[in-house]
């Protein structure tokens, strides 16, 4: 939800280690974060903050999971990547590597998908021509009720 | 008919020596259990109020440490060892690693070790540092063991830290304070304040 930002963030996990000068936390084995209706989940966690605020956090796993309520009529958007930047201010997503995200219905997967979370728009890139991780996208049928309109 | 009478009556009897063995043991059984308490060690020096400095190998200051009674045990009365301790109550420390920046530590009650290199300190730890935007970042727990010429401390039991912006809660840590770097070792929950 677009309060989501403004929730305070919890975080569990088996261990951690603080940097005060850096102002980076690392949180790691079995993380599980929330942050209103924002979850991500992953093997380490690092929490970056400047003045105490945090500003990007950068999730990783095999793979890191993310989901979030785009707004309340909206269905959840669920996303995965070996590694996932999610930068607090300008409301923005990364998912690096093994990349995939479900919106609406409809998956994308590839190498990196960028995800505008204001705006809820989808930027993705494959690998090299020659990689399998080229861009996917998978959209449902409409059922046949409205396939007229 | 006569010898069932005989074994029953000296069941009984057995019986009845049992209890009252039991109930009430000849003094000589309960000497033995009820050793003489080996003499507590007498403090061989008291101080009140004492502060004491001290400064790294190149002479910098390296912490102070104050106490409201300080207890000092020699062992062996003839003889200084590694095995004198000093027992102390109020200890409050400043540990000089960063001097803008210094960590302030102090407990109820202090035990020093091993010619100081090793301070125990419990009940009511609070271990502090002041950023420069006059931020406090704060460490509770119960008990924490300091190695003060290193600048480290460490706990096995439950602790909190708490800075502006964060709240951060652990089983165990090691704090390497010179580097302002602090592990947290196990059940850890953070919450982070949003922007």
Known sequence: LASDRDQPIYIESDSAERNEKDGITIYRGKVKMDQGTLRILADKVTIHSIDNQVTKIIAVGKPAHYQQKPSPEKETVIAKGNTIEYFIDQEKLHLINDASLKQEGSTMTGKRINYDIKASQVKASGGSRTSKQRIQMVIPPKPKGNAAN | ?195
């Not at chain 2, 003499?39 to 190998?57: E, M, Q, R």
């Not at chain 2, 109550?89 to 920046?101: I, R």
């Open chain 2, 1 to 195: 008919m006569i010898r069932n009478w005989l074994s029953i009556t000296a069941l009984i009897a057995l019986t009845l020596l049992f209890i009252t063995l039991w109930e009430s043991p000849p003094a000589q059984f309960r000497r033995e259990q009820a050793q003489p308490q080996k003499p507590a060690h007498i403090a061989t020096t008291v101080l009140h109020d004492a502060k004491s400095t001290s400064f790294d190998a190149e002479g910098k200051l390296a912490y102070t440490f104050n106490a409201e009674e300080t207890r000092h045990f020699q062992i062996n009365p003839k003889k200084q060892s590694g095995k004198d301790y000093t027992e102390f109550t109020s200890p409050y420390m400043v540990l000089h690693h960063d001097p803008a920046n210094p960590w302030y530590v102090q407990a109820k009650q202090g035990k020093a070790k091993k010619n100081g290199t090793i301070v125990e300190l419990w009940g009511d730890v609070i271990a502090w540092q002041i950023d420069a935007n006059g931020k406090r970042s704060e460490l509770t727990t119960t008990y924490l063991r300091l190695k003060p010429e290193q600048q480290y401390a460490e706990t096995d039991k439950p602790v909190m830290i708490d800075t502006a912006g964060s709240k951060t809660r652990a089983v165990g840590m090691k704090a390497f304070l010179q580097q302002d770097r602090i592990e947290l070792l196990s059940r850890v929950r953070g919450i982070h304040e949003p922007i």
